[in-house]
C-alpha cells in the first residue's frame, strides 16, 4: 500500500468516549495535515491518552470518527506506516532487545535482512547501540522509553504519535528525544505529540491544541493561542527619567522592578516594537544588557487557558 500524500495525517470527527458515566473525551474535532508537528497539551485526565487510545485502534469511541492517513483506525495495512510509543510502554521483560525489535518487526511484516538493517539504525538513532543483547527487564525507565522510540520507528513510519514520551527520561533523555523529533520533523514525518513537556511542544510542534475534561479548548500555532499584549524583559544599567519617558512613547505600559530600577516589564502589542525599545534605551544614553520576552510560554498559556475554563 503507498499512502496518499494529499491525504491528512489524521482527521478527527465529534469524537466522544463515555467510559460507563465518565465522559472522558467530549466532542472533539481536529484535522491534522501531513509533515505536521501537532501537540496535545492537558492535565492529567483530560482524556490525552483516551484519543490516542483511539486513533491507534486500542479503544472504540462511543461516537465520531476517526481517520489515519485517510483510512479507518482499523485498517491493518495503515498501520504499518504508523509508528505508535504508548504512554507507559509496558514491554515484555523477558525479552532482549534485539529480540524485541525482531518481533515488532515481523508484526509490521518487515523481510529479514530490511529488519536487520532497520534494528541496528534505530538502535544507534535513540543512543541504545551496544545494548542489542540485554533484557528489558534490566532497562531503566529511561531506557524502555529509547527502545519503545526504537520500536516506533523500526518501520519508517509516515505518522507517529506519542503518548508522553519524555515521561521517566532525563535531562539528556529529554534533550535526545527533542533532536531525534526535530529530525524526524525535517525528514517530513507527521508526529502527533501528547506530553506534559510544554517547552518540548513548544519547540518542536507547529501546532497545540489544549484540552481538559475532555473538551477541546483551544487550538492553533503556539504563538498565536496567546490573546494578551506581549510583555519584554528588559534589563539597562540606569532607568532614568529620559529613558522611562522615551519608552512610555513606543509601549502601552511600563512597570519598573521596584528591587532592580534597571529591570522593567513593558508591555507592547507585538514582538516587532521590540527593536523600538532598543532605539529608545540608546537614545536615552543608556546600555542594554538584556531584552527577552517575558511571562509568554507555552507554560502561561496553559496555566491561563486552564484557569479561565475553571
Ligand atoms: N479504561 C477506562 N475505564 C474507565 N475510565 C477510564 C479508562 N481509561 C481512562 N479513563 C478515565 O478517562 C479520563 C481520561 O483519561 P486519559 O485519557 O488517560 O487522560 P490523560 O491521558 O489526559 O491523562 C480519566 O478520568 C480516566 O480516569
Ligand atoms: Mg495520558
Redesign the pocket.
Known amino acids: 500500500m503507498t499512502i496518499d500524500t494529499d491525504v491528512p495525517a489524521l482527521e478527527v470527527r465529534g469524537l466522544r468516549k463515555v467510559y460507563q458515566q465518565l465522559v472522558a473525551v467530549d466532542d472533539i474535532s481536529f484535522v491534522m495535515q501531513r509533515g505536521e508537528a501537532f501537540g496535545f497539551l492537558g492535565p492529567?485526565g483530560a482524556g490525552?491518552?483516551t484519543i490516542v487510545k483511539i486513533i491507534t485502534g486500542l479503544v472504540r469511541p462511543t461516537q465520531g470518527t476517526a481517520r489515519v492517513l485517510g483510512r479507518p483506525v482499523s485498517d491493518l495495512e495503515m498501520r504499518k506506516h504508523v509508528g505508535y510509543l504508548p504512554?507507559l510502554p509496558n514491554f515484555h521483560r523477558w525479552l532482549r532487545a534485539q529480540e524485541f525489535l525482531a518481533f515488532h518487526g515481523r508484526l509490521y511484516g518487515m523481510q529479514r535482512q530490511t529488519l536487520a538493517k532497520r534494528s541496528a539504525e534505530v538502535m544507534t538513532q535513540v543512543g541504545l547501540a551496544g545494548r542489542e543483547q540485554q533484557k528489558l527487564g534490566t532497562f531503566s525507565k529511561g531506557m524502555l522509553q529509547r527502545i519503545g522510540l526504537a520500536q516506533a520507528l523500526l518501520n519508517q513510519p509516515d505518522l507517529i504519535i506519542l503518548?508522553?514520551p519524555v515521561s521517566g527520561l532525563d535531562p539528556v533523555g529529554q534533550s535526545d528525544m527533542r533532536n531525534i523529533l526535530l529530525q524526524l520533523k525535517a525528514q517530513g514525518t507527521s508526529i502527533f505529540l501528547?506530553s506534559h513537556q510544554l517547552a518540548d511542544v513548544e519547540v518542536i510542534c507547529d501546532r497545540v491544541a489544549i484540552i481538559d475534561k475532555g473538551r477541546l479548548l483551544k487550538i492553533g500555532p503556539p504563538q498565536s493561542l496567546f490573546d494578551e499584549p506581549l510583555t519584554l524583559e528588559v534589563h539597562v544599567d540606569c532607568a532614568n527619567a529620559e529613558l522611562l519617558r522615551r519608552l512610555g512613547a513606543v509601549s502601552l505600559a511600563v512597570q519598573q522592578d521596584e528591587q532592580h530600577p534597571g529591570r522593567l516589564l513593558i508591555e507592547v502589542q507585538h514582538e516587532q516594537q521590540a527593536a523600538d525599545i532598543a532605539a529608545a534605551v540608546h537614545a536615552s544614553g543608556a546600555r542594554l544588557y538584556l531584552l527577552k520576552p517575558h511571562g509568554r510560554t507555552l507554560e502561561d498559556l496553559f496555566l491561563h487557558t486552564l484557569g479561565a475554563s475553571h
Do not use: R, T, V
Open positions: 492529567n490525552k491518552s504512554e503518548d508522553e501528547n
